[in-house]
């Protein structure tokens, strides 16, 4: 790979002059600019941006940092290719541009980080996947690195966040189904320690209580969130002595296995068991009977995201002055036949 | 963010010390080092990784481009994800990381990598989805960056690539169909100009020819690769005159949205029509009948793709000498329940 320097060599006429050439100066003659344009195309000059950004200390450039666990990779999660287009239509405007930061999956994510902003590659980061307790947050914090998080964190009290209304989709779904007349209604959540499967059940909790419905712990299925998972919940609630009439799914792709197994036991969802999904997925979409699940678009999270991002950042804080404020993002019910019947006429 | 000057000038003491002090040095006394230590924690310090890597003319990344079309969002394709993995097993020998460079939909990809490139974050590049004509493997090759595809291309007639085996697909498909009793085999291809779908054609049309059947282009689909276009797919099939009696896809989540359209219309796949899918993928696991389709690891697919760019490598040439060769990357036939009839049967 060329720089300027290269160039100048190669044609023997000085660096100011191939620079005003390449820049389209006008005070470089035309035979000279045909030059040194032709030779920077055969030789494969590429103009070095990193010397002006370093100087600044700015790379012009936003980290995405995204958990490659062996779930996300079988899940085929699409989230995150979603949200991204949302976030590069705000970087754009700026010329910023966005890199993904695949954290390997026998990596601590932590160590991981601090290793990616060790290499100053990036300006700000997003981070993903929020854990109960999250050292990230305290390292960008201190180390003063601008960031946003997609999830919330008991690690620190004031933080920039953007995360789904986890605890809405609980309520409204609990709801939802105790006014077709369910009483015993399982639950899915993570097998990990995300933050988010802690505000799913407790939500589910408060909403049943609210009806004085009795916690069942036997209820509640840790799971692996994908397909598979959903197979395996499926298996372990066939398995209960007192069958529930209904299933709340915190992942998507869950419903895909979930079905499978529901109907090798001659098992029909929406009509021997109720399933409310979560996100509304193009791969749910042609599940049949028709899953009940949440709407959300991921385009329009990408760009909330990147506009908070934004106005945390000193150069950019000017163009977003309504858009640091922490975020729950609500979802929007899209009913289907999963769960349209009414439990009564079945018991 | 505070580097190693910030932190000598908070304690009072020389540059060298602190240095001395972060580095575990022996003839730095205890209370110093923890006086030290004690402030890079506090002060956020971070080791300032690239100033070594812009002398040497090295960032220690790899970047893997990939395009967040919408099609590839909407397809919640965990294909790159999967290579992922076994890209990172092999750079981490070398303490190398791998970024993700996700392409907007609305930039060409050419003048993209062009930017990134002058961007200096990475070493070297892994580009895929390989047009027939790609203008950035001549870039690539000029600009003498190391680099591998993920994909052939007409471009140039030797750099190194790793391509999976479309016509081996294709042709084995037939074969398996024709045995079956098969002579009006659809065949769906990508939209796009993307490099594999005329791989996938031609060896399709050289199979059928070998068995004098003729090449019909109505039974050719071009459709987009995703589940949509599985359902439009099965449309156009059933709006044929002389309908198939089998379906090859070229994209495996295309089978999701083929199956519901044919079950629409009371078309059984495996029974009135045989469907070939391609790559198992999870997805595809839990459809009913069972997806005939191709196996591939895309862990494996990602360590050779990475052998092979450390190979075009100086400094890493040395561990692997036999990693320099193109490769057509075989996938093996796993029959399912979606073409296990005997056509000669049905007709």
């Given at each position: 790979m060329k720089g300027i320097r290269q160039l100048a060599e190669h044609l023997n006429i000085s660096i100011g002059t191939v620079s005003?050439?390449?820049?389209?100066?006008?005070?470089?003659?035309?035979e000279t600019r045909r030059r040194v344009l032709a030779a920077a195309e055969e030789l494969g000059y590429v103009?070095?941006?990193?010397?002006?950004?370093?100087?600044?200390?700015?790379?012009?450039?936003?980290?995405?940092?995204?958990?490659?666990s062996k779930e996300t990779v079988e899940n085929a999660d699409n989230f995150f290719l979603g949200v991204t287009s949302g976030l590069q239509s705000v970087f754009a405007r700026h010329k910023l541009d966005l890199l993904m930061l695949p954290c390997p999956s026998d990596e601590?994510?932590?160590?991981?980080?601090?290793?990616?902003?060790a290499r100053r590659i990036v300006d700000a980061m997003i981070i993903s996947d929020t854990q109960r307790v999250d050292r990230r947050i305290d390292f960008l914090s201190r180390a003063k690195i601008p960031f946003v998080a997609l999830g919330r964190s008991l690690s620190a009290s004031n933080f920039p966040w953007i995360d789904l209304d986890f605890e809405?989709?609980?309520?409204?779904?609990?709801?939802?189904?105790?006014?077709?007349?369910?009483?015993?209604?399982a639950i899915t959540a993570p097998s990990s320690e995300a933050n988010l499967g802690y505000l799913f059940i407790d939500s589910y909790?408060?909403?049943?209580?609210?009806?004085?419905?009795?916690?069942?712990?036997?209820?509640?299925?840790?799971?692996?969130?994908?397909?598979?998972g959903g197979y395996q919940a499926a298996h372990e609630l066939l398995l209960l002595e007192e069958r529930p009439t209904a299933v709340i799914l915190i992942y998507e792709l869950m419903a895909i296995g979930l079905y499978r197994r529901l109907m090798e036991s001659g098992v029909m969802p929406g009509r021997d068991l109720a399933v409310i999904g979560f996100r509304d997925a193009p791969r749910a979409r042609f599940l049949q009977p028709s899953l009940s699940c949440f709407r959300i678009s991921l385009y329009d999270l990408g760009v909330a995201l990147g506009r908070m991002l934004l106005a945390t950042m000193p150069a950019y804080r000017e163009?977003?002055?309504?858009?640091?404020?922490?975020i729950i993002w609500p979802l929007e019910l899209m009913p289907g036949e999963s769960d349209a019947f009414d439990v009564g006429a079945m018991v």
């Open positions: 005003r050439a390449l820049n389209g100066k006008p005070d470089v003659n035309q103009a070095n941006q990193s010397g002006r950004s370093l100087r600044q200390g700015e790379t012009k450039v936003i980290g995405l940092m995204i958990e490659s601590d994510p932590h160590e991981y980080l601090k290793r990616m902003v809405g989709v609980a309520d409204h779904a609990v709801e939802r189904l105790i006014a077709l007349g369910h009483r015993r209604i909790r408060r909403a049943l209580e609210r009806h004085d419905i009795l916690f069942d712990p036997s209820l509640v299925i840790r799971i692996r969130s994908s397909e598979q163009f977003y002055p309504g858009d640091g404020r922490n």
